[in-house]
């Protein structure tokens, strides 16, 4: 599987982005997607996830309100529409399929990463 996250930049804060996340090799329709971020000297963090069905989603609370997370399974495609963007919210965004349909929030319960993609908001 090869996942290849698009849609970074560098935006104002207060502006808006909308990070891709398709994947190739193989359906990832049976699994849950998380988009984790980490920022310089930071760890990865999880900044959203949704389940295999689109039935269950979850968010960082630094996100929540701000943030929206999708998938089109026929396109093998997911998505991350983030609003009101904040200088705090730069970091270089990763999505990743997980072990399972389950939601998950923790980088171990997911198999295969994408590359990144680096999302700078400017004050």
């Known amino acids: 599987v090869q996942l290849q996250a698009s849609g970074g930049g560098l935006v104002q804060a207060g502006g808006s982005l909308r990070l891709s996340c398709a994947a190739s090799g193989r359906t990832f329709s049976s699994y849950a997607i998380g988009w984790f971020r980490q920022a310089p000297g930071k760890e990865r963090d999880i900044v959203s996830a949704?389940?295999?069905?689109?039935?269950?989603?979850y968010y960082a609370d630094s996100v929540k309100g701000r943030f929206t997370i999708s998938r089109d399974n026929a396109k093998n495609t997911v998505y991350l529409q983030m609003n009101s963007l904040k200088p705090e919210d730069t970091a270089v965004y990763y999505c990743a399929v997980g072990v399972s349909g389950a939601l998950a929030t923790t980088a171990g319960f997911y198999r295969y990463w994408g590359q990144g993609t680096l999302v700078t908001v400017s004050s």
């Open positions: 949704i389940s295999w069905s689109s039935g269950s989603t």
